[in-house]
């Protein structure tokens, strides 16, 4: 079955870096577009970043561009979110997303990790 398990959030000072990451299994990994979305307490799940197949398009949303960065390496089954200039605003659950079209709806996506935690102090 499919899997996708996040790892590397955790607690950071704001200013500070995290680097995620989502490794997948039990899908043909360069036939699905992949996407980093966010939850924070009480409010609804949102869009962060998508990458594209083969990782040559890269979508954010506006309040994580110029900081946040989407990458894939197909040859591990990845995708990494690199994020900088973190602010606690930021923080939040995290979760990578699998579907095979590039979409920043949370609603249509095939499939999900379970989530790794990040928490910006001030």
């Known amino acids: 079955q499919v899997q996708l398990v996040e790892s590397g959030g955790g607690l950071v000072q704001a200013g500070g870096s995290l680097r995620l990451s989502c490794a997948a299994s039990g899908l043909r990994f360069t036939s699905y577009v992949m996407g980093w979305f966010r939850q924070a307490p009480g409010k609804e799940r949102e869009f962060a970043a998508v990458?594209?197949?083969?990782?040559?398009?890269?979508y954010y949303t506006d309040s994580v561009k110029g900081r946040f960065t989407i990458s894939r390496d197909n040859a591990k089954n990845t995708v990494y979110l690199q994020m900088n200039s973190l602010k606690p605003e930021d923080t939040a659950i995290y979760y990578c997303a699998a579907d095979r079209r590039i979409l920043m709806d949370w609603r249509e996506y095939d499939y999900w990790g379970q989530g790794t935690q990040v928490t910006v102090s001030s």
């Open positions: 990458i594209s197949w083969s990782g040559g398009a890269t």
